[in-house]
């Protein structure tokens, strides 16, 4: 995966991909919206506002996804000092960042007419609301600290007390009693979404994961000509 996204395939591929995965969005975008607000039902319980789920519930997965692999690759780096991991995950926070600020904004529109209240105190909220914080504090920490040795171990701690945290994310709902409902979809059981349901969350997820390759593509050759121009032997 480094060596593919070296500074010499990553501008081919930028080239080649980024018009491709602009003709193909724009018709998914149009496709998920009409099965999200049209064709898919009303939730019994919760009307038309279950509708918010499918931004919600993508939004969370990625923001959980880019921290995931952004922990992974700033440890890798401590670690090994891989070509390009430093690049790499710098490119994914700012998308992982954006992601998990949707998904609490989301989450609080989607709560005040199903709990009442826009905000509550619980361990998957207040657990998604540290996510948060952690992506600030690792984007500062590259950002501000200009020795790149000590940024790295920085960003390796960081990493690690987000990752632990993003464990606490995903069994909060089953470690501790909370507003927020057990997951509905489930790898290793039964999956207690309806199909009608569950068809256009998997087509938004697609469309997000699509938008989020664009942005990285973008932001990750824009990282290598800053850093080309800086003189920066990184690759």
Known sequence: MLKILSPSHVFGLLKKSGKVIQIIILPLIFISLVFALIIS???????DSVRIMYVHVPSAWIALGCFSLIGLL??????????????????????????????IATGAIWGK??????????????????????????????????????SSRVCAGISV????????????????????????????????????MLLPLYLMLLVFFLYCALIFLMKYRTEIIRMKKKGIKRL
């Open 41 to 47: 039902p009303q939730d019994y319980i919760q009307g």
């Open 74 to 103: 700033s440890v890798s780096n401590f670690l090994f000092k891989l070509k390009n991991s430093f690049l790499i995950y710098k490119s994914l926070a700012p998308i992982g960042l954006v992601f998990s600020f949707v998904a």
């Open 113 to 150: 007419p199903t709990w009442g209240t826009w905000w509550a105190w619980d361990a998957r909220l207040t657990s998604m609301l540290i996510l948060t914080l952690f992506y600030l504090l690792f984007i500062s920490s590259y950002k501000f600290i200009r020795n790149q040795e000590v």
């Open 161 to 196: 007390l987000g990752l632990i945290n993003v464990f606490l994310i995903k069994y909060s709902v089953e470690w501790w009693s909370t507003l927020h409902q057990p997951a509905s979809i489930k790898l290793n059981g039964t999956t207690t979404i309806h199909p009608s």
